[in-house]
């Protein structure tokens, strides 16, 4: 029950239904507020407790300073969790393991359990092993099953052992696209109570719902355990960016290169840790199916949110996806009511503005390997033939760029140039060379949401097939949809043989090539592409582009809408410059451009009208949550907590409460420590991580091979997230990490001094030498440290290695989050310094000092840094709210949980 020191509380009728609302407008200065910091407001308003949530926090978020730097602490009470299984399964195993933890201090098993409505999509698992087949789908289906069954079984188990748990199937579709279609509420309504549906989800890219005005965002696995049982996020009231719209698109754009434009803005003017909300007569203009798009690269340009208010479009959607009627007049009251309506002529209170003329957009891609590095369409293949060269060059002493030998002779027009045959398992041959399209994937839930986008690609396959034109042998097609009402307007349209036709055939309902699912080039390709060390691209609709995340053996790769996908799979070169050049030659020998195939904005609006409806919403996820028979007759376990096997490889118990006592010991400070890693800028959370595929001579395929698990049974990373043995010997071990502490190497490697001359080790064999001498480590990183997906393994992983400390330049929100979730202290460098000015080797020995001050109940401001190479420095503490410190001082958010569970 909230304290109601405002009055806020009312009664809002709808219809025939009356619900209890907290009314904003009792909240002095609340008129003025952009619409994240009202919802946010309300939040506080419900949930006001007089201890954790006060009047002053209320009046304080109502008097809000658009201009002032965050100081502010609140918690925020999210009404639901939304998770994806990769993220997800690991949240349940900590779940399981806290209900035997609490029963072994004597506490209920069954107080573990959600206190808010938690969902989970399975969506990452499925891998586009298969494709260019019309039994692609059934194939990687078959395949998923039989690589994740112990997966599921457990997720089965959990679905039956705890409250308010949801699981939605395999073979569905990608969870963000699951969620804008039906699981968000826009308003939620509980016990009585009508309010503004909040989440957090175990994914960076659940803002994508903020397209349809619900405030969410993407937190690691540990803080949405913490929210699914009753834990408020602890947060700084945020600055908000207000980034206003005008205009509308011109015909031929698409909504992947608004988001592209915003991306690289967003980037350039700086959001890490902002609200960015959109404003203004172009947010009417733009479709709901576009905001969703933009609100899903929120991660990409760094922003903890990227919302736009509620208004018309909003219902239509909510209408057009099958939501009851009630619920959509539910949403018009609700937001008209709080003045969470959108008023395209108002100008709320904003921390920093930008503005977009949507008519200036162009159609754009972006690569090589990040999201924000926009490069329009008509350059592309100028900008490509300079990026390559950072691809297959080195540099002499005297800085003159020279090649490696077998590119020796090497350039075209100045473009690095090594022609390889390649013979196809039918005996035909055809030539690749560096820039060859290997990958061409329709993938993802940035666009697979937006009907527009999939429709012109359709298109875009039609008109190719009409013209003769199909996609080049050595190009991987796949389609992977994030729902399958894609597939059926699709259907309707008389699409989908056009879409198989060029080799866009079904290969999964699932998050496939953008999280490295992409699944094995053709084995005559990737034997040309390693023999002759080609640099080879990717280009799909996705989000992420980062190194190694698509395929290993695909060095580029290009963010690109989807009907540029399919017109890069014709072409099967970034060489070529599509803007200009011909595709190919139609039936009689005359070459095609890309704007001979290319739909009109009419066209596309006349097929989406035509084929998308109500009915096949309510088709799709009419029983969304039962599954198959497939899944329904996976055998599970019964009881309160999980029957562990022992010989299981996918599902193992954690060692997170081992030794555990009721009360926290006192914090220590660090002595004595070793750098596991010294590592530079733009350090993602993929580099951190363990994804991908698992290799034989690594220390996680060592660890599979001596449990028996046959090599073509080793599938993903992702896949073996509830085992935590699998997943620390991959931490670190990204293909492309470069670790400044053993130069020369490119992997998961270091130095092990606890041997003599420090030799070069796997950083898993080296972490645990130093574990078994008692060594704390040390990470030294740059700037944006921990950027990209919300990877509660990057956290834990980093803990199970024994790292003590992360000293960085900089950190992305999320992932600092999630070390001090794990116990890990995040330190940064002071200003204008880092590893490098400091004359920081890696080889130093550390002290820290300071740290027990967080005994006291205080954080401080910086510890004192020591080596035993004589450098010093106060590094600072970002600890930043209240909350954290104390997770920081029960060892981490988890055992923090627990022990306030046994309290009760």
Known sequence: MSANSFDARSTLRVGDESYEIFKLDKVEGSARLPYSLKVLLENLLRTEDGANITADHIRALGNWDSQAQPSQEIQFTPARVIMQDFTGVPCVVDLATMREAVKELGGDPAKVNPLSPAELVIDHSVIADKFGTKDAFGQ????????????????????????????VPPGTGIVHQVNIEHLARTVMVRNGQAYPDTLVGTDSHTTMVNGLGVLGWGVGGIEAEAAMLGQPVSMLIPRVVGFKLTGELKPGTTATDLVLTITEMLRKHGVVGKFVEFYGEGVAATSLANRATIGNMSPEFGSTAAIFPIDGETLNYLKLTGRSEQQVALVEAYAKEQGLWLDPAAEPDFSEKLELDLSTVVPSIAGPKRPQDRIV??????????????????????????????????????????????????????????????????????NTSNPYVMVAAALVAKKAVEKGLTRKPWVKTTLAPGSKVVTDYFDKAGLTPYLDKVGFNLVGYGCTTCIGNSGPLPEEVSKAVNDHDLAVTSVLSGNRNFEGRINPDVKMNYLASPPLVVAYAIAGSMKVDITTEALGTDQDGNPVFLKDIWPSEAEVNDV????????????????????????????????????????????RKPPYFEGMAHEPSPVEDIAGARVLAKLGDSVTTDHISPAGAIKADTPAGKYLTEHGVQRRDFNSYGSRRGNHEVMIRGTFANIRLRNQLAPGTEGGFTRDFTQA????????????????????????????????????????????????????ESYERIHRSNLIGMGVLPLQFPEGQNADSLGLTGEETFSFTGVTELNNGTTPRTVKVTTDTGVEFDAVVRIDTPGEADYYRNGGIMQYVLRSLIRK
């Open 140 to 167: 990687n289906v078959e395949l998923e099953y039989g690589r994740n069954k112990e997966r599921y079984q457990f997720l089965r188990w959990g679905q039956t052992a705890f409250d308010d748990f949801k699981v």
């Open 608 to 651: 989406v009208a035509n084929s998308i409806g109500e009915d096949m919403f309510n088709k799709s996820y009419s029983d969304v949550f039962a599954g198959d028979a497939q899944w329904q007759a996976l055998p599970i376990p019964t009881g309160n907590t999980f029957e562990w096997d022992s010989e299981s490889t996918y599902v």
């Open 377 to 446: 369409l008509a350059n592309a293949s100028q900008q490509f033939a300079l990026d390559v060269r950072n691809y297959v060059s080195t540099a002499d002493e005297a800085g003159e760029e020279s090649f490696p030998a077998s590119d020796a002779p090497a350039t075209t027009n100045g473009v690095p140039s090594n022609p390889t045959t390649v013979t196809a398992p039918d005996g035909s041959t055809y030539e690749i060379d560096h820039g060859a399209v290997t990958v061409a994937a329709i993938t993802s839930c940035t």
């Open 757 to 808: 001359d420090g030799p070069v080790s796997f950083i898993y064999d080296a972490s645990r030498n130093y574990i078994e001498q008692g060594t704390p480590l040390v990470i030294l990183g740059g700037k944006e440290y921990g950027s990209g997906s919300s990877r509660d393994w990057a956290a834990k992983g980093t803990a199970l290695l024994g790292v003590k400390a992360v000293i960085t």
